[in-house]
C-alpha cells in the first residue's frame, strides 16, 4: 500500500480580503449548531463581526449577553440593527418564513440546511434574493472542507475512470425524541436531517443537474415511516440513469454511518467520515485500482469557517445567481416524497 499526500486545493476559498471592511453578521436562533459550530467560528473569522444573537427568549437572551458579550435581543430587534447578513439555524419548516424577512430586510442569507421543505419556497427565496441584490445561500457546510476539492481533482484526473455507481451511507441512532426531528410540524423526518447530505454529494459530483434531468434520472425510493409520528425515519434510495446509479441509505435509529464509495470504470474511492467531521479529524481517502491500494491523506480543516468564506466571497463578488444544484435537490426531494414507497 503506498501513501499519497496532495497539496491542499481549497486555499482559492480564502481570498486576499486583509483590507476589504468586515461584513457585520448575525445569527437568528440560539441553536445547537449556533453554540456548538458558527458562534465560535464567526468570531473567530478574519472576514466577520459577530454583532448579535437573535433569541425569542429572554433568558437566553440575557445568558448570550453574559457568554459572548455580544448583543442580543428578539428576532425583530435582530433585523432592525445594521448588520450586513444573518445567518439562520431555526427549525427546517421555519427557514422560509424567516429566510423571507432577513431577505426582505436587505440582508445577505446563510440558512441552514435543508434550504427549505420543498420546492417552491427555495425557488421563491433564491428568485427574492436575486431580485433583492443579496447573497442566498445554503449552510451545507461538508461541501467546503478540503475533502471533496480533493475527491473532484481526484475524478478529474481520472484516477478511477468513469463513475458508474456511488454508494452513501449518512445515519446515526435515535435521538431524544423532544427534537425537532420528530416533529411534523417544525419539519422533522430523516429526508430533510439526513438524506440531503448524500444527495447533494450525488447531484454535485454526476454533474450538470439539468443533464441529468434531461438524461431520464428514474428515482426509486422506499421510506420507513414512524404513523404515530407522521415523520419518515429512514430510508434508501436509488437514482439512476443510463450512464450512471447511485445509492443512498440514510435516517435516524441507525448505528453511526457517514461514508461513500465512488466505484468506476478503473477503480474505487472509499471516504470515511465523509460528512461530518470535527475539525481535528483527520484520516484517509482509499484508492483502489487493480491490485493496488493507495492512501490520501485528508488534513485536519474546519468546515464551518471554510463555509464562511465562501459566503464572504459570494458577498463580496456580489454573487446573487441562484443556485442550480440546490433547485435540483429540492425537485427531487419533492419527488422522493411524492413518490417514496411508504414502509
Ligand atoms: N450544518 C450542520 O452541521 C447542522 C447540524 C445540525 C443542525 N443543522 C441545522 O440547523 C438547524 C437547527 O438545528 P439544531 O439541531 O441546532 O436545532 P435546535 O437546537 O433545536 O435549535 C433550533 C432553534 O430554532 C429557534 N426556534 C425558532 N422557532 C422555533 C420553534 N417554533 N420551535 C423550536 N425552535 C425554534 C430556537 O432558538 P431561540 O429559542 O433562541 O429563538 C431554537 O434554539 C436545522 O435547520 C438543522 O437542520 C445543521
Not at 143 to 152: A, D, F, G, R, T
Request: aromatic fraction near 10%; hydrophobic fraction near 40%.
Amino acid at each position: 500500500m503506498s501513501i499519497l499526500k496532495l497539496d491542499l486545493c481549497c486555499l482559492h476559498l480564502i481570498g486576499e480580503k486583509s483590507d476589504m471592511k468586515k461584513i457585520k453578521i448575525g445569527i437568528m436562533g440560539y441553536s445547537n449548531i449556533a453554540k456548538k459550530s458558527i458562534i465560535p467560528a464567526a468570531i473567530n473569522h478574519p472576514d466577520f463581526e459577530l454583532c448579535f444573537i437573535g433569541s425569542r427568549s429572554l433568558e437566553k437572551q440575557i445568558e448570550i449577553h453574559e457568554k459572548y458579550n455580544i448583543a442580543s435581543g428578539t428576532y425583530e430587534d435582530l433585523l432592525k440593527t445594521d448588520i450586513d447578513a444573518v445567518y439562520v439555524s431555526t427549525p427546517v419548516a421555519l427557514h422560509y418564513k424567516y429566510g423571507l424577512q432577513v431577505i426582505d430586510a436587505g440582508k445577505h442569507l446563510l440558512l441552514e440546511k435543508t434550504f427549505t421543505n420543498n420546492y417552491e419556497t427555495t425557488l421563491d427565496l433564491l428568485e427574492k434574493g436575486e431580485s433583492k441584490k443579496v447573497v442566498v445561500m445554503e449552510a451545507l457546510m461538508y461541501q467546503y472542507h478540503p475533502l471533496l476539492s480533493i475527491i473532484k481533482n481526484l475524478l478529474k484526473e481520472g484516477s478511477i475512470g468513469e463513475i458508474k455507481q456511488i454508494e452513501a451511507f449518512f445515519g446515526f441512532p435515535h435521538l431524544d425524541n423532544k427534537d425537532f426531528r420528530y416533529n411534523k410540524v417544525l419539519g422533522g423526518g430523516a429526508i430533510l436531517d439526513a438524506l440531503v447530505y448524500p444527495l447533494s454529494l450525488v447531484t454535485k459530483l454526476l454533474g450538470n443537474a439539468n443533464e441529468l434531468m434531461e438524461t431520464d434520472l428514474k428515482v426509486h425510493s422506499s421510506i420507513q415511516f414512524n404513523n404515530e409520528l407522521d415523520i419518515d425515519e429512514n430510508g434508501t434510495l436509488l437514482l439512476e440513469n443510463q450512464f450512471t446509479r447511485a445509492v443512498i441509505s440514510y435516517g435516524f435509529g441507525l448505528a453511526y454511518r457517514n461514508e461513500y464509495r465512488l466505484w468506476g470504470t478503473e477503480g474505487i474511492l472509499t471516504v470515511k467520515r465523509a460528512f461530518s467531521r470535527p475539525e481535528n479529524f483527520t484520516n484517509q481517502i482509499l484508492l483502489e485500482k487493480n491490485t493496488t491500494q493507495t492512501l490520501i491523506d485528508v488534513p485536519k480543516a474546519n468546515h464551518f469557517t471554510f463555509m464562511l468564506y465562501e459566503f464572504s466571497n459570494k458577498i463580496h463578488a456580489k454573487t446573487y445567481k441562484k443556485d442550480s444544484e440546490l433547485l435540483f435537490r429540492m425537485k427531487l426531494i419533492d419527488k422522493i416524497y411524492k413518490e417514496g414507497y411508504k414502509l
